[in-house]
């Protein structure tokens, strides 16, 4: 645990049917900042306990677990370490849109990043969006096999509404599972790593390098984390740089 003055808090949520640790070299990096993090499982939801549904009602209990962590954190016995004004939450796929429903709920919650996936969909928090006081980030997966170029659509369409600061930053040649740490697991964590098929027109592709793409996620995500909870201009400058060939920026 670390020492010295009160840290700002980050909490993860895990995709559906994933783990606390999909994407542990991303926490760890955040954690090398200085930034105390947790990653809680969520119950039934995980790759051993599967068997929640991908529902609204469901998306409030996750939501939920999240706000209950943050209580935990806030209250235990390391809990002068931890900065209660200076909170955020980013999350992956159905986690994404845990920590967008968690920036919806929890005053406590200064802003979001999620990670390949929309905010607000037809499919999951319809209109969800509109309820969203504080800032919500994107990073974007344009060959997402899971949500589809659909799901990125929606992605992009929810940067345009969402509340500010916000950036959106697309990452080409990268799948849903390419920012994670079970990228090439097998079975559904497969799409990610190696060779693929676009969406749009089923032509074959490479995927981005997945020590490349999980560079991108942490870079992109401290940097965040620094400007967010810590007001770090250079961060902010930061978040703004493209990659040529890799990565495109929107910032509003």
């Known amino acids: 645990w670390r020492e010295g003055p009160a840290a700002p808090l980050l909490v993860f949520s895990h995709c559906t049917g994933c783990f606390r640790f999909s994407l542990h070299g991303v926490t760890a990096h955040l954690a090398s900042h200085g930034f105390v993090v947790a990653a809680p499982d969520h119950l039934t939801n995980t790759r051993f306990d599967d068997t929640a549904p991908l529902t609204d009602s469901f998306l409030a209990v996750r939501a939920e677990d999240v706000s209950t962590v943050i209580d935990a954190v806030l209250s235990g016995a390391h809990a002068a370490a931890v900065d209660p004004a200076r909170v955020a939450v980013l999350g992956h796929s159905f986690g994404a849109v845990t920590a967008a429903k968690t920036v919806e709920r929890d005053a406590r919650v ?18 969800g969006l509109a309820r969203i006081e504080r800032p919500l980030s994107w990073l974007l997966a344009q060959e997402d096999n899971s949500i589809s170029y659909l799901g990125n659509d929606f992605i992009r369409d929810n940067f345009r509404r969402a509340p500010t600061p ?87």
């Not at 200064?110 to 209109?127: C, E, I, T, V």
């Not at 799948?175 to 969406?199: K, M, N, Q, T």
């Open 110 to 127: 200064q802003a979001g990043f999620l990670l390949a996936a929309p905010a607000d969909s037809p499919f999951l928090n319809h209109r």
């Open 166 to 252: 916000s950036w959106l930053i697309e990452v080409e040649n990268a799948g849903h599972w390419s920012f994670s740490d079970i990228a090439g697991l097998g079975g559904d964590y497969r799409p990610g790593c190696g060779e693929g098929v676009r969406d749009l027109d089923g032509g074959s592709f490479v995927y981005l390098d997945n020590h490349q793409a999980r560079g991108v996620a942490r870079r992109s995500l401290a940097a965040w984390a620094h400007f967010t909870l810590a007001g770090d201009e250079q961060a902010r400058a930061a978040l703004g740089q493209e990659t040529p060939g890799v990565t495109q920026v929107r910032a509003r």
